[in-house]
């Protein structure tokens, strides 16, 4: 007797309940990418900063700059990445952004002007940091829907690891080879690696292969269109005509505007209070390790609980995180500091990925993610800006942090009372699995 059956199209889908559903590869593939997503990331840049100063004798303030644009540019890239997506689907998008980013990679280590180093930054800001962090976080919730943010939390975890290991690699390649080969070999990585893997082991849904979203056969042939697998499917201008959206987007990106110019400003704020240069930076130790280990109950609560309450309590120990900012003075005190922080950064990075497929659905994700992506990429961007104009202004960051801590207080507020909409073309219809 055959293994496999025919479904109404005519596809061939195995007859027994696989023993490893395949969206958990596609879960390992999304975290690998996002791992490799490190060389595009800030926390990898900072390592190759100091080293292209020093060898053309740049200023600080001209290399900061070069960043900054070549960021806000990459943000708005973004939208045009996520259309991309959904047009072209993922497995070629994600094998074209591994090459690109790839090259992108390679160009960094030719560069020799300002007006490349600029070039450079948009590239693998638009490639790595952005592309590669929105194509695995809108192809991983088209598997699941149950276990969304179990799945989820564990590309946040891949994220934690790449920036607690792409430093130490990448200064150890720097201080052998140079800089130029730290470039070299990231694209190497990306080129013979991640690019044949999306190629070859991507599926853009579970429908693709005869599957269900979270495990199980699909029998009766449905699509990802189908009303039975839909969840609130909206397009990108359906979902940008209702208030929920924009509420969702002010939420999300407030943390990421807070949070990177506390980052920015910590040990000029952290020397204000009198704690030493080495035991402020051990914040971020602590963060990461911290943030590794709740990740996966972030998760948990994230399919438990309605990941509006989740991005509420994220928020909260955002206004938390950066008033303890204001009274750190002891490595007790910094070590509390780095505990909320992480914890922090491992409920917003699963209830961030959760949250707009939850409320807009799986079928037009990618260019969804796009605009929201981009919103956020723009907001770091411009997050150091404030802290730095309340410095110059105050003469201190007691004032401006104050005033910054009620932002994520408002957005928790708000968030409290979202409901999900309704599209413009008629009620919309939800899983039944998933949770209110």
Request: aromatic content about 12%; some cysteine.
């Amino acid at each position: 007797m055959s293994d496999h059956t025919s479904n109404t199209s005519g596809q061939r889908i195995p007859s027994k309940r696989l023993r490893i559903y395949y969206g958990w590869f596609m879960v390992a593939l999304a975290g690998l990418a996002v791992f490799l997503s490190g060389p595009g990331q800030t926390y990898s840049v900072s390592t190759f900063i100091d080293s292209v100063m020093a060898e053309y004798n740049w200023s600080r303030s001209l290399v900061s700059s070069l960043y900054s644009m070549g960021t806000l540019l990459a943000g708005c890239f973004m939208m045009f990445v996520g259309r991309q997506v959904d047009q072209k689907g993922y497995r070629l998008m994600l094998t074209l952004v591994s090459i690109l980013f790839s090259g992108a990679l390679l160009f960094m280590s030719t560069v020799r002007t300002p007006l490349m180093l600029f070039i450079g930054f948009f590239l693998i800001r638009a490639f790595g940091q952005g592309s590669l962090t929105l194509i695995p976080y809108s192809l991983v919730p088209q598997w699941f829907i149950r276990m969304r943010g179990r799945a989820l939390s564990v590309l946040a975890v891949c994220a934690a690891l790449s920036s607690a290991a792409l430093p130490y690699i990448n200064l150890g390649i720097t201080h052998a080879l140079g800089w130029r080969y730290m470039w070299l070999f990231w694209s190497a990585v990306l080129c013979l690696v991640l690019a044949p893997l999306a190629w070859f082991f991507t599926k853009n849904n579970p429908e693709e292969i005869g599957l269900l979203p979270d495990g199980g056969l699909n029998p009766v042939g449905l699509d990802s269109g189908s009303p039975q697998l839909q969840e609130h499917s909206f397009t990108q201008k359906q979902a940008m005509q209702t208030k929920a959206f924009w509420l969702i987007l002010v939420v999300v990106c407030i943390p990421s505007m807070v949070g990177t110019g506390a980052q920015f400003h910590h040990l000029s704020i952290m020397a204000e209070n009198g704690v030493a240069p080495q035991i402020a930076a051990s914040v971020f130790a602590v963060a990461a390790g911290v943030a590794l280990g709740f990740t996966p109950i972030a998760g948990v609560l994230c399919d438990r609980y309605p990941v509006r309450y989740v991005l509420a309590a994220a928020l909260l120990l955002q206004c938390v995180n950066l008033v303890l900012l204001l009274f750190t003075y002891t490595t007790t005190q910094v070590v509390l500091l780095g505990v909320v922080q992480g914890t922090r950064q491992a409920m917003l990075s699963v209830a961030g990925g959760v949250v707009w497929p939850h409320y807009f659905g799986r079928a037009n994700l990618a260019s969804i993610r796009g605009v929201t992506t981009a919103g956020m990429v723009i907001g770091s961007a411009l997050g150091p800006m404030p802290f730095g104009a309340g410095y110059d202004f105050f003469g201190g960051y007691l004032e401006i942090i104050l005033a910054m801590s009620l932002l994520p207080l408002l957005g928790a507020a708000g968030i409290m009372f979202l409901k999900k909409p309704e599209r413009p073309d008629g009620p919309a219809t939800s899983n039944t699995a998933l949770a209110s």
